[in-house]
């Protein structure tokens, strides 16, 4: 009796190969993807929040500015009504010789004054801040000013608003000695109007005349002071749109991990569906209606809720 030669084992298919290796893989892979796209979701979060942040510094320095712009109108106007009650008479020694106006003033407010940027740049060397500065001074569109924000310098952008500040503060001392002379000259002027004689009338216009020359040094200097606020708060609001363009691109990048994470989802399903069909197990088919469940329920909330 002869007995049959066994058959010939049929050679491994790729699929043979990797075997329960593959989905476990995917899975695997879809697990660290869902990781990053979270990671990339709570960076969008942190810039969002950083945005609105500067968004309120912008607004206190506007707010600040426009205090000061306030205060310059008040004494502007007392000085002017001072004038009129001295009979626009100035007392000798009283005229105090007005403080050059600082150059980042000149250049901030006639950039601030003009309707375009390209023929009064605003005062920044860096090139990517200037664009934005300008598509901000032009009102345009907010996703035209975000998407020219995504080429600034961080670094270079941190440097401009520190260096505007301290320019401010360097602005506030500049006037301190005219500030300081108008003081002492009101002061000695008023010590000696009392020494001399003359009717109560010729005093009192020329008190007041000592007087308005105060005011229009603290005009002269509120002025100055709040371009340069405005100058700050521009400078803010270029960091605002930085902030929003991180935020986007992290929160593109949340969605492309998404995606992925959602085809090697895909690809552990498939892969678990023909393992529980090509061995007939109920573990790798049960395994298979769970990846089809995960699936269907990932696409249901991002393209339902």
């Known amino acids: 009796m002869s007995t049959a030669a066994p058959e010939p084992k049929k050679p491994k298919t790729l699929f043979d190969k990797v075997g329960a290796a593959l989905p476990i893989a995917l899975t695997a892979i879809a697990t ?19 945005a609105s942040q500067d968004q309120a510094k912008a607004n206190d320095q506007w707010s600040f500015a426009g205090f000061k712009r306030d205060r310059s109108l008040i004494v502007d106007t007392t000085a002017v009504t001072l004038r009129a009650m001295a009979e626009y008479r100035m007392p000798p020694g009283a005229s105090i010789p007005p403080t ?14 003009s309707e375009s940027s390209d023929s009064t740049p605003p005062p920044v060397e860096d090139e990517a801040i200037r664009d934005v500065l300008s598509a901000i001074h032009q009102r345009k569109a907010e996703a035209e000013v975000v998407k ?9 952008l941190t440097d401009a608003i520190n260096a505007a500040a301290a320019q401010a503060t360097e602005v506030e001392k500049a006037y301190e000695s005219e500030r300081e002379q108008a003081r002492l000259a009101t002061r000695n002027a008023i010590d000696a109007i009392g020494r001399v004689d003359g009717d109560s009338r010729t005093k009192l216009a020329t008190a007041s005349a000592v007087q308005a020359a105060q ?12 371009t340069m ?47 529980a069909r090509k061995y007939g197990s109920a573990l790798w ?13 990932g696409i249901y909330i991002y393209l339902g809720l």
């Not at 049960?286 to 269907?296: I, T």
């Open 100 to 113: 050059q106006l600082p150059a980042i003033v000149e250049r901030a407010g006639k950039w601030m004054a």
């Open 229 to 275: 606020n405005f100058w700050v708060g521009y400078l803010y609001e270029v960091r605002v749109k930085t902030s929003t363009a991180r935020s986007d691109t992290h929160r593109e990048k949340s969605k492309n991990f998404f995606y992925a994470m959602l085809a090697a989802q895909i690809g552990a399903t498939i892969s678990s569906l023909g393992l």
């Open 148 to 156: 020219l924000a995504k080429k600034i310098d961080e670094e270079k």
């Open 215 to 226: 005011f229009e040094v603290d005009g002269r200097r509120y002025r100055a002071e709040s």
């Open 32 to 50: 660290a993807l869902a990781g990053m796209s979270s990671s990339e979701m709570s960076q969008a979060m942190y810039w969002r929040s950083a």
């Open 285 to 297: 088919g049960l395994a298979g209606l769970a990846g089809l469940v995960a699936v269907a329920m």
